[in-house]
């Protein structure tokens, strides 16, 4: 945690433009709503605009268009979250990594950790697998055979990386992450399934973000593929062989099935189904619970989901949504099923 | 585990009003379908109504309202189900909590722990976290710093607090979920993500559950925040500095996205997906796989789920559905987008 | 890993019908777009078959229509991807399984651990738990009481048995899956919510497969059951007291509530949510993200998932899908609620 500092600092450092007293001492960060005299806070989701007039905090982070209705000092950004993102970093605690392998750490005897790697308290680190420099490992994580964990990344505590998984530089992955288990590949044969061996791998980009509980399954034949700063929040599920562009970033509890290919720089909501072995392009928006079924192009912005209604309503117009289809095959008695 | 006891004695326990035998000695408690002459049973949901005339339970806990049909010996229940729930936890089998760290636990200098609470085996507690008397944390957790457990409560197994979590008293937190994860903050900037620090906590409220695998993220500014009595599900996500009123109960896999307020005795069914930033009111039913994306007052129920249909007829009504538009429009040329 | 074999000895040991060289060496596995000619790959999803022309493998496996077209070796099977799947596993690597208890698992004293079994690093195995011949227990899998792990059965890491689980034989649990867990299971009196003990447990056939992070909860009164050769992929939540008949497979991220009952030989895409206390009978297909909300006769293939459109357009329909109700009571004003 960073000692106080003053706002005409602030500005000087990260090159945004002082309007109030460049002497004000800055000790922390806050909300327009709840934020106290010593903290900075900041301005970009129009949704909050409303909360600006009453705010207590010393200072505010905006974009020029606002600034006139700041009733407080203010640093004028082209990028208000960006601007704060690098402020708030200031002040957040700072985390020791001591390098070393924790005692209660079973490190078994092939496996090739960097002097500078920090191995926490009851990880496994199985024969065949590689810790680089700088890399921390949280308690209770789990690494395969064949995994190599890139310099400076970091596994918060009980991550799992089950076989063939490789992690660039600087990757953070959050508890509970499963990478590099199964896919899920079945062919179903005299009455029951066979099992298809899973003989690739998992390859996560440098910068890469990995959310709780999310699973990155390794791929069949080749590899599950995350490209540079791709960021997957909590609960996703990647099936074996995806693709995902770099800079592309996925809200919590999207699913993707096997050999899907996604653009780069997309950004898909929550909630988010994408079918198998199809094609999003570059730069396409997804909107939350929507389900991808076939190939879309980008860039653009697709949807599916339904806004909740009322029930009884939401009742009425299911009935009648199942009688279009009804309705028309009356009119039209001949009509051919549509397949599109 | 219980020794057995008379319906009578259930009766004066639990202040029901019996219809039968009241030196009747239950051993047991058991289903309307399976169940057998020394246990006891409930009626609640209707939909098991025709069950209640072939059963060979000893007794069944009912409503007056069914008690006439009932063949066995009986206890009337304003709330049938309540009354077997308690009736039930005398059968439960008894664990045995010993206070004490396990020797292969983990404990940091700095942990503050009490003498009467429970820290199992292969545990990680780390320093500045303090667990409270009689608290149970059971095999395999990982308590970060600045955590918090609360007087009576019990972590299962494989449970992960990250940092600047408090639980209250008597929380039940079940195996793999994970509390107090970064936020999902990133700003866009120059080309790429920027990691928006994610500075506050998770606080939760007494008499609280979390199911399994489910993931709560910490605030950025401020927590996020479960009141008391409120009951999740397995594979839940909630997102950074989401509130969640007392005494909602929320069904599995709904994911709740950052800055939602959700009221108090709300009901949201399995499959929920709730927007960013927006309010549900108290006393709000949602129904399963809906889509909430903007607030909801309350009290009131809401939908946004589509039935499964036969599979060719579906088809066609997703055709009728994208000609409802089209039509619309042929009808209307000049008509405006409709942006409700 | 298998030493090279060649086409002729493949062809011979599984029963295909060659077409070319039978002295041709097939060292490893590959894809029809990337696979070199020391390889042997698989067509059977049409999708792929315009990359067979130009395919550098040494061999394909295909079914008898695909044929004529290769331009290279093949091999012709009735079920080409199962021919595949028995191959490629000549050529997984090999994994050592070496029975006997790690130094630093954690085995109570009442713990009955077949001398056969392997218990990895930092196990708990808690009293009352058994594990059987030929199990293998990866790394910080925590076994509960009154567990049983059948024969040949594999927990691969960080795997949860909470309590009165029954694997059978041969069964393969993925990371971070929770079984046994407490079904959601809540009575509303007095203002709060009061727990229904959860006095159930979890049976789970020989041969299933159960995928990452899914969460199988246990019974109320009586069992959660899978039948034999169940295969769940990741991230899947079951109810308490549900029951999947043999041979059924369900993709990613679907959900089953409470006693719904699922048939045999079903396949369930990604994303699906069954409702509780309904059936869906036996040879049903759902397709991805719908729900099911009533029960649904087999044989048969439903559906209810919208694809994703252009989201100006979907926004469109969204409103005129809202106007059918309007437009139709003002029509009917009569008109009584459908309840449909």
């Known amino acids: ?3 106080a500092l003053t706002l005409g600092a602030l500005a000087q450092r990260f090159d945004l433009t002082l309007r109030g007293d460049a002497g004000r001492v800055i000790a922390g960060v806050g909300t327009l709503a709840a934020g106290e005299p010593g903290q900075i806070g900041f301005l970009a989701n129009p949704r909050y605009r409303r909360e600006l007039a009453d705010t207590r905090l010393g200072a505010v982070i ?8 700041c009733p407080v000092d203010c640093l004028i950004a082209r990028n208000p979250y960006a601007g704060f993102a690098r402020i708030a970093a200031l002040f957040e605690p700072s985390r020791a990594m001591t ?3 924790h005692p209660s750490a079973v490190v078994a005897a092939g496996a090739d950790i960097h002097p500078q790697a920090a191995i926490g308290a009851l990880c496994s680190i199985e024969a065949g697998a590689r810790i680089e420099a700088g890399a921390e490992i949280g308690p209770g994580c789990v690494i395969g055979p064949d995994c190599v964990v890139g310099a400076g990344t970091r596994l918060v505590a009980r991550v799992t990386l ?3 998984v ?4 600087r990757v953070l992955v959050h508890p509970g992450a499963v990478l590099g288990a199964d896919g899920f590949g079945l062919a179903f044969d005299d009455g029951r399934w066979l099992k298809v061996p899973q003989l690739g791998g998992v390859r996560i980009g440098d910068d890469c973000e990995i959310g709780a509980n999310t699973t ?3 791929g069949a034949l080749g590899d599950t593929v995350l490209e540079e700063d791709v960021r997957l929040d909590n609960q996703i ?6 693709r995902i562009g770099a800079h592309t970033a996925m809200a919590g509890c999207c699913a993707v099935a096997g050999s899907a290919r996604i653009g780069r720089h997309c950004l898909i909501a929550g909630g988010v189904g994408v079918a198998g072995h199809l094609e999003i392009g570059d730069r396409v928006t997804v909107q939350a619970m929507s389900l991808v079924s ?3 192009a980008g860039p653009g912005e697709y949807a599916s989901g339904l806004p909740a209604a009322d029930s009884r309503s939401w009742r009425r117009t299911v009935a009648r949504l199942r009688r279009l289809d009804a309705g028309a095959r009356r009119a039209h008695p001949s009509s051919e099923d549509s397949r599109e």
């Open 1 to 3: 945690m960073s000692a």
């Open 62 to 69: 905006l974009s020029a268009a606002d600034a006139d209705a």
């Open 99 to 101: 390098p070393g392998i």
């Open 162 to 164: 089950v076989t063939r």
């Open 166 to 169: 490789t992690l660039g530089r």
């Open 216 to 218: 990155i399954d390794r």
């Open 237 to 242: 599920q990647i099936g074996h062989n995806v």
């Open 294 to 296: 076939r190939s879309l």
